[in-house]
């Protein structure tokens, strides 16, 4: 495995967590009840997690081949980054937008 690959792996990781991050600090910054920010905060990345293990991972149930990993998965960074952009944090998503985008670049035609 190239060396390059290896740190895209790991860089795709951090998005991953990140991404997590990202839709549980919207879910518990939102302006509504107490109740509500916290199971957003909650549910939001488990839906995201799940959505990740049936669809996206490597060893995912669902297969969607590569293209379908690398897409599924740049919309969940993309949308992490959305997230983080309307919560105020403009320059974080954009620099979360842009590595999510070139990483998955990456993913995709590097050989496995």
Do not use: D, H
Request: charged share 10%; aromatic share 10%.
């Amino acid at each position: 495995m190239s060396a390059l690959r290896v740190i895209n792996l790991g860089v795709r990781f951090l998005l991953e967590l990140g991404a997590l991050a990202a839709f549980g600090y919207w879910g518990a910054t939102l302006r509504a009840p107490g109740a509500l920010r916290a199971i957003l905060a909650v549910g939001l990345p488990l839906g995201a997690a799940l959505i990740w293990g049936l669809f996206i991972s490597p060893k995912a149930r669902y297969s969607t081949g590569r293209p379908g990993q690398v897409g599924l998965g740049l919309v969940v960074f993309l949308v992490a980054a959305l997230l983080l952009r309307e919560r105020g944090q403009v320059a974080m998503a954009a620099i979360f937008a842009a590595t999510a985008v070139i990483s998955s670049v990456l993913l995709y035609f590097l050989p496995q």
